[in-house]
């Protein structure tokens, strides 16, 4: 979904195609997902319910910024990467969840 930042609207980058760990410990083998549409695949992340997971949960993989991790970056580009996710982190209501059950 597109989100805003300063009046700016912008979409978040979506890979095209997920691994998928059964647990955080990695104990199993990763399964590589990429059914339709686009990369999403009931049999991985998309078999959690949208209200288990929420902002906190996309902020860092594998202790990296997302934005670092497909790309070559600059020591510029992994500071403003810092300094949005410490952005989102305060904009997350108590708990660090940004979905909620209602």
């Known amino acids: 979904p597109p989100a805003a930042e300063g009046g700016a609207v912008f979409m978040p980058w979506h890979a095209g195609q997920e691994v998928w760990y059964e647990d955080e410990a990695m104990a199993h083998p990763p399964r590589r997902c990429d059914g339709p549409p686009g990369g999403e695949d009931a049999n991985c992340s998309d078999r959690l319910g949208f209200w288990t997971i929420g902002l906190e949960d996309h902020l860092r993989y594998f202790g990296q ?36 059950v209602g």
């Open 65 to 100: 910024s997302p934005g670092g991790l497909c790309k070559a970056g600059s020591a510029a580009r992994a500071r403003a990467d810092r300094a949005q996710e410490e952005r989102w982190r305060l904009a997350l209501p108590a708990g660090g969840s940004a979905v909620g």
